[in-house]
Structure formats: structure tokens, C-alpha cells
T-cell receptor
Framework: GNSVTQMEGPVTLSEEAFLTINCTYTATGYPSLFWYVQYPGEGLQLLLK?????DKGSNKGFEATYRKETTSFHLEKGSVQVSDSAVYFCALGSGYALNFGKGTSLLVTP | DAGVTQSPTHLIKTRGQQVTLRCSPK?????VSWYQQALGQGPQFIFQ???????QRGNFPDRFSGHQFPNYSSELNVNALLLGDSALYLC?????????????FGPGTRLTVL
């Protein structure tokens, strides 16, 4: 079945460091791919999405490119801030559902 | 523009009881999905309602049931509660014509089963 695998956390970075969170997927067909972010005590917020191969989603300095050849959708940001501390979820559209990874916790220290 | 709202915020029940959680979708949305998020895990899809019908269901037992009302709001019912049902229950809404499953999430209801 359709599934996503994302890197285990927690990830701890210093402010202004470069961020990569790996996400790979298994799917039939060409699903849409998403990154959601969950700040402490809050619900999920859509961060970015890509709907077809080679699409690049971007928002708030975060980027991810839909790579069909490597079945990946890695999240990147060039310079993280303390306010980026949160849990990040990679997700895949499967029919009408979203299949989520287990989440990667990011802590950014000053 | 009101986002997705859920009630109650927190709930404590005992094993064997029944619970009802409520969700109002984002303005303009007509589709509601429910997810269960256990501590430290990603959300798991329970089911989706559109036009007052369940149109897709995840791998959850029949103890989990739902309903959608004509105003698009929705309820999630869980019968015969188990300790393992303790989780954050998230409601998400979307618009049926969006082809890419883009869903907007509410803040969740934290259910604790004792």
C-alpha cells in the first residue's frame, strides 16, 4: 500500500543552520505529496505541497521537490530560526486520505 | 474566515464508555475527514465524509462511526472505549473539487481513556 518513511528525530540545529529532513514514499501511480508542520499544542498546518513529478513546493523559506526517480520529497531550508522548532510530517495523498509519516521533531537553539 | 473548529478540547472517559466528538469545517468546505494521532506518531486516517456519506475508511474497527450533517459539520463516535483509544483526534476539511487531497486541520480533541 501507499506509505511514507521519514527520518527519525529529534533533529537539533543551531539558528541559521541548514535543514534537511528526508522523506521517501512508496505508492502506486503519482500521488500528491505534502509537508505539514505541527507546533507545540496546535493542530497540523500545511507547509507546502507538490502534485506531480519535478514540482517544487515552497513556503516560508522551506522547499521540497517531488523526485519520481528516487521516490523522495525531502524538506529543506537554508537558514532555520528558533521559531521553526516543531514537528514536521511528510504525507502522501492516497485516494481521499492522507498517509502520514511518523514525524520528525526539530529543535532550533539560539 | 473561520478555520476548522473542534469540540471539546479535552475529554476524559473510562473504558467501555462511548464518546462523541464534533467538528465544523472551514467556511466553503464540504468534506470532512477524521484522523487519530497517538502520542509521538503521525495521524492515522479514520474516514472521510462527503454529501453525508462515508466515502473512504481507514483501518479502524466498527466501534468508530461518524456522521455528517446537511451544514457539513461532522461527528465522530467511538463506542466501547479502550485504553488504546487515548489519542488526539483531528478533524480536517476540504472542498470536493480540489483534486489533490489538500486538507485543513483543526486543533484536535485530546481524548484520555482511563
Amino acid at each position: 500500500g501507499n506509505s511514507v518513511t521519514q527520518m527519525e528525530g529529534p533533529v537539533t540545529l543551531s539558528e541559521e543552520a541548514f535543514l534537511t529532513i528526508n522523506c521517501t514514499y512508496t505508492a502506486t501511480g503519482y500521488p500528491s505529496l505534502f509537508w505539514y508542520v505541527q507546533y507545540p499544542g496546535e493542530g497540523l498546518q500545511l507547509l507546502l505541497k507538490a502534485t506531480k513529478a519535478d514540482d517544487k513546493g515552497s513556503n516560508k523559506g522551506f522547499e521540497a521537490t517531488y523526485r519520481k526517480e528516487t521516490t523522495s520529497f525531502h524538506l529543506e531550508k537554508g537558514s532555520v530560526q528558533v521559531s521553526d522548532s516543531a514537528v514536521y510530517f511528510c504525507a502522501l495523498g492516497s485516494g481521499y486520505a492522507l498517509n502520514f509519516g511518523k514525524g520528525t521533531s526539530l529543535l532550533v537553539t539560539p | 474566515d473561520a478555520g476548522v473548529t473542534q469540540s471539546p478540547t479535552h475529554l476524559i472517559k473510562t473504558r467501555g464508555q462511548q464518546v462523541t466528538l464534533r467538528c465544523s469545517p472551514k467556511s466553503g468546505h464540504d468534506t470532512v475527514s477524521w484522523y487519530q494521532q497517538a502520542l509521538g506518531q503521525g495521524p492515522q486516517f479514520i474516514f472521510q465524509y462527503y454529501e453525508e456519506e462515508e466515502r473512504q475508511r481507514g483501518n479502524f474497527p466498527d466501534r468508530f462511526s461518524g456522521h455528517q450533517f446537511p451544514n457539513y459539520s461532522s461527528e465522530l463516535n467511538v463506542n466501547a472505549l479502550l485504553l488504546g483509544d487515548s489519542a488526539l483526534y483531528l478533524c480536517a476539511s476540504s472542498y470536493r473539487d480540489r483534486p489533490y487531497n489538500e486538507q485543513f486541520f483543526g486543533p484536535g480533541t485530546r481524548l484520555t481513556v482511563l
